[in-house]
């Protein structure tokens, strides 16, 4: 995904800035512009952090420290992603609006709050249309953005890795989609974008899949779901947790196809 790429990116940035900067002195970043061996610190202790709760709270610093700093999206970034790690859904989305009001088009933030309001939005929720559409609007400005996203040339990876990670954050925006679709019942655009999304993954991952499949039964696609199910368990690392639900899946797509409910 973009986002790993840009923090593997400021990890070599800070430790470059480590080896070469002393005292104050000033060795050149990303556009053209100096960071400083205090910057270059602080970003360290944002991406270097071995537990959530030390990856926000260095992110918190850094943003405290250095609020005019061009890394300041990909920090708060980092304390998005380490909030969904503790499944603290407000909080990563928290921490991604405020990397969108650093940088409005910064397309790891729009996914963040595109997947987390609408894997928490219920069909009961009063603001349930609302927050869909915002959903939505983050997940299709994702698509609209993504093609046209150049590698900064501070991005140490291949071309071809780079359009990897472009389809990997595509697949993301999908995910979204596809989770909006089956608050709104409507399983075979469900089953579309997610079935897209698993298809832009180099490794789908089987929540994505789990949720294909769930979709497909729901769409009244037995055969399409069985072939998802059949896929998982024929993974051989599928940690035990997920092969309950799997089964849940495959043993509801047999009985339909055999006419039991």
Request: hydrophobic share 40%.
């Amino acid at each position: 995904m973009l986002k790993k790429l840009m923090q593997v990116t400021m990890v070599l940035v800070a430790a470059s800035a480590l080896a070469l900067a002393q005292g104050q002195t000033k060795t050149q970043a990303p556009k053209g512009k100096g960071i400083s061996k205090k910057e270059a610190d602080a970003m360290n202790a944002v991406f270097k952090a071995k537990t959530p709760d030390e990856t926000i709270a260095a992110a918190d610093s850094f943003v405290t420290n250095f609020a005019d700093s061009e890394y300041k999206p990909q920090v708060l970034e980092a304390a998005a992603e380490a909030a969904e790690h503790k499944n603290d859904s407000p909080k990563a989305i928290f921490y991604a609006q405020k990397a969108l009001e650093a940088s409005p088009q910064y397309i790891p933030a729009l996914n963040v709050i595109a997947l987390e309001t609408a894997g928490h939005t219920r069909e009961n929720d009063l603001d349930k249309d609302q927050k869909l559409a915002q959903a939505e609007k983050y997940a299709k400005q994702v698509l609209e953005l993504l093609p046209s996203e150049t590698k900064p040339a501070y991005v140490s990876a291949t071309d071809a890795q780079w359009e990897a990670s472009k389809k990997e954050d595509a697949a993301l925006a999908h995910v979204a989609l596809g989770l909006i679709a089956t608050v709104r019942k409507k399983y075979a655009d469900a089953a579309t974008e997610l079935q897209t999304a698993v298809d832009n993954e180099s490794a789908p991952d089987p929540t994505h899949m789990i949720r294909l499949a769930d979709a497909y039964n729901k769409a009244g696609k037995p055969d399409d779901a069985l072939t998802v199910t059949n896929k998982l368990l024929a993974m051989p690392n599928l940690p035990d947790a997920y092969k309950k639900f799997v089964q849940q899946e495959k043993d509801e797509a047999e009985r339909a196809k055999s006419g039991k409910k």
